[in-house]
């Protein structure tokens, strides 16, 4: 894959010296000095940057000779353009930007942000002045919107020009026709884009004025108080309600719940939808009222506002209480802005607000979007106006510069100024406005939407797709798939084999425990020497099930009754545990779905605290368990594990279960757990081993008196905790191996093949577990079976980060698998070399990605690679990429609409991408490249005529065609068979979504190109030389003449040049021809000032009109048709 990078060797002894001290130097600097030492070596001489990149990465130093230390890819030295080719390229706006950027910092200085003291309802003791909690996502104010809309419009060359041009008409000598057909193009494109932003813009604003008007209550001495969200102050005591969106970062004080904790949704802020934790402050959870708040002295140290959302650190002290009371705070006791509540109802104090907040801080501000076609018709717009400028010098000098010289090459410039069509920039923001509609109406893809309707023909543009996980490729819906025992598998078909095998051995245990009391102990004699005995499959599936439904962190709850009020969400002592109320709450969705099938097999969840389990058997018994330890899942050990005690039979059982990497050391030996989790994973399943152990209680006894003393251990905690944990992880009995599918979106196979056909290279970003990410990652297809799959691993320092990237180097044609926290690193030291093997790779998953993280990646891909990207998702967490990339699409999905609205497209479905890029996309940018040349065509023709006129009448800068003529020849003769060409296609939509490599061709850019241009450019002068020659070489008598003979063969040369352009025909088409040809003719008898209509009626008029109108055109046709015949292009290939 990378053969061709060439790796470089530390050249001495003292370069190593020299590169040892260099990064001592930089690392004592501070943390933000290595982005600048980046920064500057990149701009100096290469010899002095090949002793930089061989850099230590310890004290120590390393041998030269070990080939994992050869360093990696140098990054490249940007060229700096010098004097006045750097002005005149880029330096005028480098200079403009960076004064703006210094005017705008002056303006608004950035406060530094602080830690902070919040004590509890006071927020006039804080110390200093926060932001308004208010949301703003408007880019304009009142006084801003028209000098905004007006900069944006004319920072493009052609409306700066046709500015200027349109302003030079109000000097008298400069004055060449009427002020309309300057001003009325002008400012009917303006007045078009003003009424275009204003409507976002109010759309904007009502969507701010929306969330910014929600009430909340508000805890006060006096009681509860209303307040808008707007109005909420740091300090301030909120009181949210079930389903209600948090409105600002807050530490958790107080739930209605029993025991002390809450569920809180975080689609909106991490994009994913498993509910989250929550656990309240315990010195506020403990105070009898609500009222009891504000009769102690309480205060949150909270550190200063920061971007990670999954990380916080602060103390709640509360200082009247002897002695005084000292809490730390962490991640689990806080309720991010923008995440909503799911049980219960919370009372939190207010800690950040606005633009402080995380979910404010993770979003980036929209940018103003430009395409890539808009930027090449620009970068043609200048050429075009070097050549007229060329042109007007070459005619004054001709003159011999005679007379006020100055004044005619100005009169030139204006006479020309039709080289560049203001009517471009109309046809094409129309053309754009007809593909948005053409999108919305097309019935293949219904419900998309079109937000932004600028950059259409991005989507025909595309190299890179970054795309979300949840719920864009997957439906984030667990479904419980396959059960594994070791010599007996049961699959969705065989469930109710299950069903019997458990509502038998339930039923058996009722009957012997009915029949003999006392019979409960010898059993667990038995069970005890389990492995040496083989068990019947009934007992083993009983077990199994049972280690399934008591081995999680799922939590039953019960929601209220209609027209019931309570705050509580639990069910009361006398609650009968009825299935239609009961709903169940996780970390993961997958536990849900392992709960969820044990209740469809007849054991069923029905209670759970922190202290106690409950659980209903097919007859109806409630057996209860009680809890004695409970280990969660970490992404290190990559299992849980929970030590319940049977309180019928007394027995302590520790049941555990994990990833097989983690539990195939754990369990005893077994010969198909490792080949059967290949199976499941291949199926695309995400597994998960079972396991269990028998304790007595004397050795529960000691391991609960081990796990207490390290639990209190100040040093090395983590350690001694796991190692203790570890001394019961042997020789468990494995029970079974369960298969769990996360569902996907429909045809997502298929769209994600379509798009790696296209030549599109597919990231997924997503905020979840490496081993979910990796599991839909194979199961989408997005790495295909056959494709090795590197995965890269936790680092954490430069000199880790350096071996990894060599271990990657050396892989060939393999997916890349990447965790956020491994990126961050990389991308600090190696971001060059990073981002250059990465995007050789075929597919990259990057996960654990927080928003910033996924912008970041965006950004990066555009710097270092400049193609085009497209970010697709469905969450608010998924806003900054999309708004990062060239091209947004939303999903309107479960995580709400905050993707979609941000969106520069909204679709339904993920499928819908395929259509969505392979023929709208491919239509629009095909069609806006035609529309684009044949307009300036149109532009050229007419100034080479008066350019040959000019030359003919001695260098005089009079103009041929005046007044209406000129404004029509844009309008009504020639404006509908031209705008027609939006119509056109060279592919038929079917064809297109069955040969998706079609879309290869258009990533290069051919359709509009320098090549294109100049053939263009060619065909507009032999037309116009044709065309004027001809009218000055037939003409007999007066100048009236060559005026008509000349103008009629030009519209009906361009009428006849837009049907050799057509590829496919459209009713519409055929109409537009025949009604501009009506409108010219019609209009004649009407034009005496510029037509004697006496001798256009005559059959002389109609042959010269024809003979020249055949010698402009024929020889065009017969090139097209001996090149579709000799060389025809690929689409001709497949269409034939």
């Keep these: 894959m990378v053969d061709q990078i060439p790796l470089y060797r530390v050249r001495s002894v003292a370069a190593a010296a020299a590169n040892r001290k260099r990064a001592a130097y930089y690392s004592a600097a501070g943390p933000g000095s290595g982005a600048d030492w980046h920064s500057r070596y990149q701009l100096e001489d290469e010899s002095a940057h090949l002793d930089e990149m061989p850099l230590m990465m310890s004290e120590e130093g390393f041998e030269n000779e070990e080939s994992d230390y050869h360093t990696l890819p140098r990054a490249r030295i940007t060229q700096r353009k010098r004097g006045l080719e750097w002005f005149v390229c880029d330096g005028w706006k480098f200079l403009c930007t960076s004064c703006c950027d210094w005017l705008i910092n002056i303006c608004q200085r950035k406060k530094e942000l602080k830690a902070r003291t919040v004590w509890l309802g006071c927020p006039e003791k804080c110390e200093e002045k926060h932001p308004k909690n208010s949301i703003k996502n408007q880019k304009y104010n009142v006084f801003t919107f028209i000098p905004g809309v007006l900069y944006e419009q004319f920072k493009f060359f052609l409306n700066l020009y046709f500015l200027i041009i349109s302003c030079s008409q109000f000097v008298p000598a400069l004055k060449i026709g009427y002020l309309y057909t300057y001003w009325a193009p002008l400012g009917f494109v303006l007045a078009v ?61 107080r739930t209605s719940e029993k025991a002390g904790s809450c569920f809180i949704r975080t689609d909106q802020l991490d994009g994913e939808t498993d509910w989250k934790l929550k ?403 291949r199926e695309g399943l995400r597994t998960l081993v079972v396991a269990k152990k028998s304790l007595t209680e004397e050795q529960y006894q000691d391991f609960e008196s081990r796990y207490t003393q390290a639990k209190l251990s100040m040093h090395d905690r983590t350690l001694k905790v796991a190692a203790v944990i570890e001394s019961l992880e042997r020789e468990m009995e494995l029970l079974c191996l369960t298969g769990v599918e996360d569902q996907l979106q429909a045809d997502v196979r298929p769209t994600l093949e379509m798009l790696r056909n296209a030549g599109i290279k597919v990231w997924m970003l997503t905020g979840d577990k490496l081993e979910t990410a990796t599991c839909v990652a194979q199961s989408s297809r997005l790495v295909p079976r056959t494709q090795d799959t590197h995965i890269f691993r936790r680092v954490t320092s430069r000199g880790e980060a350096h071996l990894e990237l060599n271990a990657f180097r050396r892989k060939h044609d393999c997916a890349l698998v990447i965790s956020g926290e491994s990126l961050e690193v990389c991308l600090k030291y190696y971001e060059h070399e990073f981002m250059e093997l990465a995007c050789q790779c075929p597919a990259v998953v990057c996960c654990r990605c927080s928003p910033t993280q996924k912008a970041c990646i965006v950004t990066l891909l555009q710097q270092h690679t400049g193609r085009r990207t497209c970010a697709i998702g469905d969450g608010g967490n998924d806003v900054s990429m999309i708004q990062a990339a060239d091209c947004g699409i939303g999903i309107e999905g479960k995580e709400g609409r905050q993707a979609s609205l941000a969106a520069d497209f909204s679709v339904t479905q993920f499928r ?208 097209k048709y001996l090149r579709r015949k000799l060389s025809p292009p690929s689409y001709c290939k497949l269409t034939s």
């Design 193 to 253: 884009t003003m009424m275009r932003e204003a409507i976002d813009e109010f759309r904007r604003f009502q969507r701010d004025k929306e969330v910014n008007s929600q009430l909340y209550s508000k805890l006060t001495v006096r009681g509860k108080v209303q307040v808008k969200s707007s109005d909420i102050q740091v300090g301030d005591l909120i009181i949210v309600e079930k389903n209600q969106r948090i409105p600002s970062d807050m530490v958790f004080l």
């Design 279 to 681: 656990v309240a402050v315990s010195c506020t959870q403990r105070l009898p009222a609500l009222g009891d708040l504000f009769s102690i002295s309480a205060y949150v140290y909270a550190q200063k506002p920061q971007l990670d959302i999954h990380s916080f650190e602060g103390t709640f002290t509360r200082e009247d209480s002897d002695p005084p009371i000292h809490e730390s705070l962490s991640i689990e006791n806080t309720l991010w802005a923008s995440t909503i509540v799911a049980s219960g109802t919370v009372i939190g104090v207010v800690i950040y607000t606005g633009k402080e907040t995380r979910s404010v801080m993770n979003t980036s501000s929209p940018k103003n979007k430009v395409g890539l076609l808009d930027l090449e018709l620009n970068r043609l717009t200048k050429a075009l106006f070097l050549a007229l400028v060329a042109l007007s010098v070459v005619m004054v000098t001709l003159q011999g510069f005679v007379g006020p010289w100055y004044r005619n090459l100005f009169r030139f410039l204006l006479l020309f100024s039709y080289i560049i069509p203001i009517s471009l920039r109309v046809n094409l923001d129309m053309g754009k406005a007809v593909y948005g509609w053409m999108m919305m109406k097309d019935e293949n893809i219904p419900g998309t939407v079109v937000r932004t309707s600028t950059i259409p023909e991005e989507l025909g543009r595309l190299v890179y797709l970054l795309t979300d996980k949840t719920g864009t490729l997957t439906q984030n819906e667990m479904v419980f798939k396959r059960l594994h025992l070791g010599t007996v598998s049961y699959g969705a078909d065989t469930m109710d084999e299950i069903q019997s095998h458990i509502r038998d051995s339930y039923s058996q245990m009722h009957s012997q425990a009915g029949g003999n009391s006392a019979g409960s102990t010898p059993p667990r004699k038995a069970q005890s020497s389990a492995p040496k005995v083989r068990k019947s499959v009934s007992s083993r599936i009983h077990e199994a099930v049972k280690a399934i439904v008591l081995c999680h962190n799922v939590t039953p709850v019960y929601e209220s009754r209609a027209g019931v009020s309570g705050e509580t969400e639990f069910a009361e002592a006398d609650q009968d545990f009825s299935d239609e109320n009961r709903t169940y709450q996780a970390s993961s969705p997958d536990e849900v779905a392992l709960v969820q099938w044990t209740e469809s097999v007849g054991l069923t969840l029905v209670s759970r605290d922190l202290t106690s389990m409950q659980l209903k058997t097919p007859g109806g018994q409630v057996l209860s368990f009680c809890i004695l330890q409970l280990f969660p899942f970490t992404s290190e050990s990559k299992r849980m594990g929970i030590i319940v005690r049977d309180e019928s039979t007394a027995e302590i059982t520790f049941y555990m279960k994990g990833a097989d990497v983690a539990m195939s050391t754990i369990v005893q030996y077994n010969d198909w757990l490792e080949e059967e989790c290949g199976n499941m994973a």
């Design 912 to 1119: 819908h991408i395929g259509r969505l890029l392979m023929v709208h996309g491919r239509n629009s940018y095909k069609r806006s490249a035609a529309l684009g040349q044949f307009v300036m065509h149109r532009g050229l023709i007419i100034s080479t005529m008066q350019a040959v006129f000019s030359s003919v009448f001695y260098f005089a800068s009079v103009p041929l065609y005046q007044g209406f003529l000129m404004v029509g020849y844009a309008t009504i003769y020639t404006m509908f068979p031209v705008f027609s060409l939006v119509l056109d296609q060279d592919v038929k939509p079917e064809m297109a979504m069955l040969y998706p490599e079609l879309y290869k061709d258009l990533t290069k850019g051919r359709s509009l190109s320098f090549k294109t241009f100049l053939i263009w450019v060619l065909i507009s002068i032999y037309q116009g030389g044709i065309l004027m020659y001809g009218a000055l070489v037939l003409f007999e008598s007066e100048f009236v003449h060559v005026v008509a003979i000349s103008f009629t063969a030009l519209v009906l040369t361009e009428l006849l040049m837009v049907a050799l352009t057509i590829r496919t025909w459209h009713w519409l088409m055929v109409v537009a021809e025949f009604l501009s040809l009506g409108c010219y003719v019609s209009s004649l008898a009407f034009l005496n000032e510029y037509f004697d209509f006496t001798f256009i009626t005559t059959v002389t008029f109609l042959w010269k009109v024809s003979a020249i109108t055949v010698v402009s055109c024929l020889p065009l046709y017969v090139l």
